[in-house]
């Protein structure tokens, strides 16, 4: 007779997440695709100076690391598409003419214009020719017009502004005691859980999430916060009407890539 095989209750079934490490489960998550490229990036920016020159090393190697990283999670996505070209550019043609035109009313910081990535000045001090230097600007471009509004837009309109909006949460319930401060902790954590951020719709417009983002978003931009809220203001309205992480891409890229001829042309290396 053969032996039979011992059964596992049905209440002890093995889990199919069983077994992975805690950065294998991070890199399952929903959140990964939306998440990892921009903490990436901005993560490699505390191993770049200008004094030592790394930033000219460390620059062209973030750009490729997270580009490659998009091309990674890019299947994970759900598909990314432009709705309104036309649209989208002319958005992103106002926002670069924003971006300059209020530059000097919205930057006070003196220090905002000594810096820069200007790698045609620090040829001579780290030891690299002209050729170099091309390449440089030509990676700096091309990470600004591809690669920053890709990262930024799944990060800020994708995850973040539909992660603030929870379904679940409703309204806080007053406590009996509105006077007993320790009262109003006293409430189930499980109901305010944000697990389901992704089925929130893209574009979808709620006052916390959407001013939230734009006050993030503009932290992240240092010297010229302020003008990224007008900037977040515009794109984030262009993501609500057209719910499309498409559009916000394209715009963010068509603005970067006109501030970035911009740049170069007039040598107001201070916006990069």
């Known amino acids: 007779?053969?032996?039979?095989?011992?059964?596992?209750?049905?209440?002890?079934?093995?889990?199919?997440d069983q077994g992975k490490s805690f950065l294998e489960e991070i890199i399952a998550s929903r959140s990964f695709p939306y998440v990892a490229p921009l903490v990436v990036f901005l993560a490699l920016l505390l191993f770049q100076s200008e004094e030592d020159g790394s930033k000219f090393i460390v620059y062209?190697?973030?750009?490729f690391l997270v580009l490659g990283l998009i091309i990674w999670v890019w299947p994970r996505l759900p598909k990314i598409r432009v709705r309104t070209w036309l649209g989208s550019i002319l958005v992103g043609v106002v926002g670069f003419c924003a971006w300059v035109g209020l530059e000097p009313y919205l930057v006070w910081s003196h220090d905002a214009k000594e810096s820069g990535y200007h790698p045609l000045k620090y040829m001579d001090q780290f030891g690299y020719g002209?050729?170099?230097?091309?390449?440089?600007?030509?990676?700096?471009?091309f990470s600004m017009t591809v690669v920053v509004p890709i990262a930024e837009e799944l990060f800020w309109r994708?995850?973040?502004?539909?992660?603030?909006?929870?379904?679940?949460?409703?309204?806080?319930?007053?406590?009996?005691d509105p006077r007993n401060t320790?009262?109003?902790?006293?409430?189930?954590?499980?109901?305010?859980?944000?697990?389901?951020?992704?089925k929130n719709p893209l574009g979808e417009y709620r006052p916390v999430s959407f001013w939230v983002t734009?006050?993030?978003?503009?932290?992240?931009?240092?010297?010229?916060?302020?003008?990224?809220?007008?900037?977040?203001?515009?794109?984030?309205?262009?993501?609500?009407?057209?719910?499309s992480l498409g559009d916000a891409i394209l715009a963010h890229g068509v603005t970067n890539l006109l501030l970035g001829i911009y740049v170069i042309s007039t040598e107001s290396w201070w916006f990069w």
């Open 60 to 63: 062209p190697l973030k750009t």
């Open 214 to 243: 734009t006050f993030a978003f503009s932290l992240v931009h240092g010297d010229f916060g302020m003008l990224a809220i007008v900037y977040g203001i515009l794109i984030g309205c262009l993501f609500c009407r057209t719910r």
């Open 1 to 16: 007779m053969a032996d039979r095989a011992p059964q596992t209750p049905a209440g002890d079934a093995p889990s199919q």
């Open 130 to 141: 002209l050729n170099t230097a091309y390449f440089l600007l030509a990676v700096k471009l």
């Open 158 to 176: 994708g995850f973040l502004m539909r992660f603030l909006i929870n379904p679940k949460a409703g309204k806080i319930p007053r406590p009996k």
């Open 182 to 198: 320790m009262a109003w902790l006293d409430y189930d954590l499980e109901r305010f859980t944000y697990d389901d951020w992704w």
